[in-house]
Structure formats: C-alpha cells, structure tokens
C-alpha cells in the first residue's frame, strides 16, 4: 500500500513539473531533462510511468476533462454560468489545467488525441443547455449546438486576452461580461434577473462553539 502511494505521488509531481515547464515553455520547447530536474526523481521512475514527453502531454490534457465538474443547480443555465466561473478560477491555481489548456490551443508537434478539449467542453454545455431547454430556460429556436460551441469559443478567446493582459486575473469578469451580453439572446426573458454571472461568494468555514 506504501508504495502504491509512493507511486501516486511520483506520477503527479511529474505531472505537476511537467505542467510548469509545458506552461511556461510550450510543447515543442519543453525537455524531459527539464521535467526531470523539477522533480528530483530519476528517469527511471520517469519513465516507468511515462515514456516520453509525447504520454506525458496526453495525461496532461485528461486534467481537462476533469475539469469540466459541473455544479449541479435546478436552473441548468446557472450550471452552465458556474461551470465557466469555476474554470476560470481554476486557471489562477492549477499549473496543470494551465498546461492543457495551452496544450490545447497552441499548433505543436503533439498529435492530437481522440477527444480535443474543445470537443470535451462543448459536449458538457451541450447536454446542460439541453436539460435547460426541456425545462423552458433556452429562447425557441435556439441552435443548441451553436450556442454551445459560441460558449466555449468566446471562453477560450477571453482567456487568451486575459492571459496576454492580466495573468489571468481578471479573467472571471471578462467572463461576467460575455454572460451579461450572451444570456439575452439564449435564455428566456423571465429567467434573466434569477441569473447570478458573478462567482459565488465565498462563505467563511463557521467557528466552533468553545
């Protein structure tokens, strides 16, 4: 058991070295002697969980997919809406989301996996957006596929203007906006006021009584 644990935690500290390097170099300029002196662990046990900078990258962008973590909400919008918050606030803290998503959008040498982050994204608004539709949110006549495809477009790009000006830090009102100009033509007019297209405040952990 010890040892699978010490396993775990080799993988993810490649992961995590992997991560950085990718994020701040790219694919293509990226070493896996760099990766490497990150970790402080020998290549062997590199590669006896990874061998080549190729698998590494691949595991990389799953950590997308485990991402896309909907918050589940009777109004399926809202689950939309938190989904894209969520995301972005995870883009401030995690180097491996960073990376996947660098992997993802930057053209390198790395072929491209069965399922493409772009690919992964809209299939989960997809389905949130059908489910809001069944339940009256979505305006008639509204192409589904298209709203969820503009959705994942849009963020991509403003994380990339958000990137190039801020770090990223002002990502999550680059996403309010999108939301305040988007939700007129996508949901019903009712529903608008009942949508939050802020992050939810954080509510501070309750003291114990003495």
């Known amino acids: 058991m010890a040892q699978q644990e010490r396993g775990r935690k080799s993988k993810r500290s490649i992961l995590e070295a992997a991560a950085r390097v990718f994020d701040e170099?790219?694919?293509?300029?990226?070493?896996?002697?760099e990766i490497l002196a990150r970790t402080g662990l020998t290549r062997g046990s590199m590669y006896h969980?990874?061998?080549s900078k190729e698998a590494i990258a691949l595991a990389l962008l799953d950590a997308h997919g485990e991402a896309l973590a909907v918050i589940d909400h009777p109004v399926k919008v809202q689950s939309v809406i938190d989904l894209t918050l969520t995301f972005a606030e995870r883009l401030l803290h995690d180097a491996v989301l960073r990376a996947s998503?660098?992997?993802t959008i930057e053209r390198t040498s790395l072929p491209c996996p069965p399922q493409t982050a772009?690919?992964?994204s809209t299939r989960t608004i997809l389905a949130l957006l059908r489910q809001a539709q069944e339940q009256g949110e979505i305006l008639p006549g509204t192409d589904l596929q298209e709203a969820a495809e503009t959705i994942v477009g849009s963020f991509t790009g403003l994380q990339i203007m958000s990137q190039a000006y801020t770090g990223r830090e002002d990502l999550a009102d680059r996403v309010t906006?999108?939301?305040?100009?988007?939700?007129p033509g996508l949901?019903?007019?009712g529903l608008i006021g009942r949508l939050r297209i802020?992050?939810?405040p954080v509510?501070?952990?309750v003291a114990d009584a003495d």
Do not use: C, I, K
């Open 203 to 205: 509510v501070p952990p």
């Open 187 to 189: 949901v019903t007019p």
């Open 25 to 33: 170099r790219g694919y293509d300029a990226a070493s896996t002697n």
């Open 118 to 120: 772009y690919e992964q």
């Open 49 to 51: 969980h990874f061998p």
């Open 198 to 200: 802020t992050p939810p």
């Open 177 to 183: 906006a999108f939301w305040r100009f988007m939700l």
């Open 101 to 103: 998503l660098r992997l």
